[in-house]
């Protein structure tokens, strides 16, 4: 404001008068002075700063003072009793002088500044904006409303924000003046916290506002990059992080596909970042640091650990990490996304000391379990076997997952006859969370660069089903389902963008053929076995038909000493003539992903099921045995 501002020059030329308090002032009523004068209905009004109300009465608007709040008449004071009013929208801060003017006329100031309608979407964005972050802390500041618990004791003072600033204009305690003099230097203290709002205002729409259509393009174009959602890419620099978590929450992105690390050039060093997203916008601690084994590593040494060419360095924090391409942080991400599950989990690997395939649900009864402890080193790989192990304890363990199971589990032969699906049955039964992971066999061999996909397909499968559980009335926790059963085909199509379709399925009721081979003793076949993996591992060719018939050296005089081996008939199951469409062997045949949620129970017919002692009464046999 300009001495053209003052308040005894505005009276003599201007109809409407704008009233405030006199004496010391603060930076709600000289930020809402400020706001009115850059409205249409107030632009050139005078002001009258005065307690007396006879005088109050004669202004057109009046803030700060007079123990009333009615936007009719103009009256915007928020010290009386009784008042709790607040901004809305989430805000819950009760407003001062300054929050009151913005809400009702900060739609207008902000169109008037850009020079554009009231109706543009852009208005309502940066009127929140603003209010957030701008407006909030002087009302809040105003009404003695602490921004942390008061039994918190800071570390240091801050006497540098805006509503402090204001009040050192303020004369001194000591210092001899007269009103006109502390009304000049209200005056300069509104035109100072006016003039930063506007500053604000200016950033906020030409600079943040474009950033933020970025940000949204990016989102909305994650699932090309990764179809985890994971990944964000930005072809150049924008900041990104605070509208990352206000476009999280206005697009209703679900947990499990919330975005972990963004990726953007450095165009001043021609190279490329990645960086991990916080767990919120002022937060340190990211959702997931890229690994612990990369960070403090640089350059040749990295691209070495990582086995990814072009690294120049991952911080020791884990929070943000370079390379010389685009390819080489796109490569970074997927690796950091899958190499493990997110912070907070506490994961542990069992390994069998033997092949416990086509068990299905068996338990080893007179068998003594032994263990050990296995405790790995970064970042050389190297580890140390400890004898000394803590027992586990019941209920430890919020998830079990049985596998990845190096061939499929699809179809009721299979599952019956699977240990993998077992070990998750039996998981289910003691109450935890179970999912059996397997891998269909479809090329023999299967090639080495299908695990990678495969393994990370299979993890975003996990963390989607942790964070989505469904729902079971029959359930044994809660009505929760009780295991899943995931198969994916390794089939080259895991290689590309697009990825492998995934689809929820039921269990293909299908059977074998003959289960064994017979042979005469002197035959040398029947030493040979097939692999400990079954007969649907990556190693071991499809049985076929000719597995169920009877050798042809074994002929009648052997009856009495035929030697059986293991030898099942697939043809039907791994190539059969139609397949059930919705079934977990249809998906397979398809080249999809199966994903089917299981019972830890024997199946029965529907319609035998009883629900009532009455509905029993058609189930007890008539007849006499």
Known sequence: MSAEDHPSKKMKMDEKVIGTHNGTFHCDEALAVFLLKRTKAYANAGLKRNRDPAILNTCDIVV????????KTQRFDHHQRGFEEVFGYGFKTKLSSAGLVYKHFGREIIANRLQISQEDPKIDTLWLKMYKEFIEAIDAIDNGISQYPTELKPRYRINTDVSKRVGHFNPAWNEEVDAETVDAKFLQASAMVGTEFLDRLDYYANAWLPARDLVLEALNKRKEVDPSGRIVLFESFAPWKEHLFELEETLAIPEAEKPIYVLYPDETANNWRIQAVPVSSESFESRKALPEQWRGVRD???SQLSGVDGCIFVHASGF????K???GVLRLANLALNIYLPSGWDVKVVIPSSQKSWIGKAYHIKDIITGRYYYPRNPDG???????????QEGEFAEWISGPNLGRNSSAAFALSSGTIGAALSSALSKVRSIALSYGTVLHPTPTEFYEPAHQLGARIIDHLWRNWGADEGGLRAGEVDLYNVNIPMIPELLSDAGL???WTRIWRNSYGRLFKAYAPRDPKAKQTISSAGPDSPD????????????????????????FKFAPDMTDLINPSSVPVGTDGWAIRKGWVSVTPMRATFGEPVDWLAESEADMETKVWKMKL
């Open 540 to 563: 071991e060719p499809p049985q076929g038909a000719q597995a169920g018939l009877l050798d042809a050296t074994a002929t009648s005089k052997d009856v009495g000493e035929l030697v």
């Open 382 to 392: 190297m580890g140390e076997v400890s004898e000394v192990s803590r027992p586990l």
């Open 300 to 302: 040749d040494a990295l």
């Open 325 to 327: 391409t685009k390819e």
């Open 501 to 503: 379709t995934i689809c």
């Open 64 to 71: 700060d003072v007079g123990g009333v709040y009615d936007e």
């Open 320 to 323: 943000i990490g370079g390379n």
